[in-house]
């Protein structure tokens, strides 16, 4: 039976699970390497420096990210976030020797070194590495322990040069190459390009369904929840092949690389890869997002449920019950309960004959912009961008003073205020566009029932009355509909 003087923990520090080599190697490495120490394996520690992000996610761990820990010394000081290590400690503290692959997998920062230097000295226990770049024996010798200390601090300036060296590249490369992570939903890493060189391609899919959902949104009234229902029934993948949400595609579509820009300390600037969007249809997205909570509660999935409000209360009305029985019912206060089958169908047949009425022809149909080229706009649009960038980098390289760099962006500004009036007067939508010049009843049939729900919303206002009359049959009168933006409010019927 093993004692503490010959058992010890096996240490492993991933950088990343999906890139490293076979886990299963290494571990077998560090089991034979113990067998001839004469030690057996207490334990064995894997650090993954892939920690929770607070969304159920992972992202790597920052070599610098600290918090208060109690060191073996009992001194309270900052140290980095790595619980496995400090559990190699603390058996350490108990008799537990260490065996690790090397001293820069177990020591990232001198003062890593000294806690672990204390807690060998302390506990007379022995450290040891494959690598032989750490050996502290049964307590450590002044030598061993001088050059420990040597190795960490050769490991830390290692690893402070690397995060310089990759600031400044991508400091270099900002807004001409992709900064790596993962690939944005509507793109592809193109093949054949290196670290901090790659670029995007379009995911001609992907990059359909972003524009599909960005055009319901902005030009039909188009929920995010209802739009991700849809996503998830067409079973269309997410990147990380997670149910589509409301988040996830508002995420998606609020992304700069969608409008074919990098973010770089902040700032956008124009990228390499082609956009999906054009950039004002993105700002007025990212616009409409701002501040608006998508909430988890589901769609509604008939037509006028949490629209339609109680005639008694002004509360909101919503579709409850079972299958069978599906009834629209007062939510606060119960005030009036209708068949939500009879309401749907009373509704929809008012609404598709407001809309074949021929005065209906023309309803809500924007006022033409003659003479307003879109594209030359757009065009124009870009060319300045790409002049506020061009100035900046002149600055920033001592071309031109603050003084020529102020006057230049006033002027790119102005230019700029005046183009997106321009475009948000020519780009108004149609919201009735697909009801244009066809029957309106064979339109509705084919329409989605959160276009529907939104063409109700557009048009009309439904209230739920208490019954006027008792017996068999829908009582027509319990249900109000309006028109909305015509004097008076006037009933449609």
């Avoid at 009234?221 to 595609?249: C, E, F, M, N, Q």
């Avoid at 700032?267 to 909570?293: C, N, S, V, Y």
Wanted: proline share 5%.
């Amino acid at each position: 039976m093993s004692t503490a003087g010959n058992l010890a923990d096996l240490y492993l520090r991933l950088s990343d699970l999906r890139n490293e080599e076979a886990l299963d190697g290494r571990v077998e490495k560090l089991r034979a390497e113990a067998a001839r120490l004469g030690w057996a394996v207490h334990r064995v520690v894997i650090e993954n420096d892939m920690v929770p992000n607070g969304g159920g996610k992972l992202r790597p761990a920052s070599a610098w990210k600290r918090k208060k820990i109690t060191t073996p010394s009992g001194r309270v000081e900052l140290r980095t976030i790595r619980p496995g290590f400090r559990s190699v400690l603390d058996d350490m503290m108990n008799g537990i020797n260490l065996l690790a692959e090397d001293l820069d997998r177990m020591v990232r920062q001198p003062r890593d070194g000294e806690d672990l230097i204390d807690a060998v000295e302390m506990s007379g226990t022995s450290a040891r590495s494959l690598s032989g770049s750490l050996t502290l024996t049964n307590g450590g010798t002044d030598a061993e322990r001088m050059t420990a200390r040597i190795m960490a601090a050769v490991a830390s300036k290692a690893s402070a040069d690397t995060s310089r060296r990759v600031a400044l590249a991508r400091e270099r490369l900002a807004g001409q190459s992709w900064q790596g992570g993962r690939r944005p939903f509507g793109f592809r890493v193109a093949e054949g390009t290196e670290q901090y060189h790659r670029n995007l391609v379009t995911d001609q899919a992907e990059a359909e369904a972003i524009r599909d959902a960005a055009a319901a949104i902005l030009d039909q009234g188009i929920s995010l929840k209802a739009i991700a229902r849809d996503l998830r029934d067409r079973h269309v993948p997410t990147v990380t092949g997670a149910a589509w949400t409301a988040s996830t595609l508002r995420d998606v579509l609020s992304k700069p690389a969608v409008a074919g820009l990098a973010v770089h300390r902040g700032e956008l600037r124009p990228a390499p890869w082609d956009a999906i969007l054009e950039r004002d249809q993105w700002e007025r997205l990212t616009g409409l997002f701002d501040g608006r909570r998508t909430g988890t509660s589901p769609e509604p999935r008939w037509l006028v449920s949490c629209y339609a409000t109680c005639g008694v209360c002004g509360g909101p009305v919503k579709c409850t019950g079972s299958a069978a029985r599906r009834a629209y019912t007062c939510t606060e206060h119960g005030h009036v309960r209708r068949a939500a089958l009879a309401v749907d169908e009373y509704v929809t047949t008012q609404v598709v004959d407001l809309l074949s009425q021929p005065a209906a022809a023309d309803l809500l149909r924007p006022p033409p912009r003659p003479g307003t080229d879109t594209a030359k706009l757009r065009a124009e649009a870009k060319r300045l961008r790409e002049r506020k960038a061009a100035q900046m980098r002149m600055h920033a390289a001592g071309d031109i003073d603050d003084a020529d760099l102020a006057a230049g962006m006033r002027a790119i500004r102005d230019s700029q205020a005046v183009i997106d009036a321009q475009l948000a007067a020519s780009d108004q939508p149609d919201p009735l566009a697909e009801f244009r010049d066809r029957p309106a009843a064979a339109v509705w049939e084919s329409l989605s029932l959160a276009r529907k729900r939104a063409v109700v919303r557009l048009l009309v206002t439904v209230t739920i009355l208490p019954a006027g009359r008792k017996g068999r049959g829908f009582d027509h009168g319990s249900v109000r509909i309006e028109r909305r933006g015509t004097p008076g409010n006037s009933r449609v019927v």
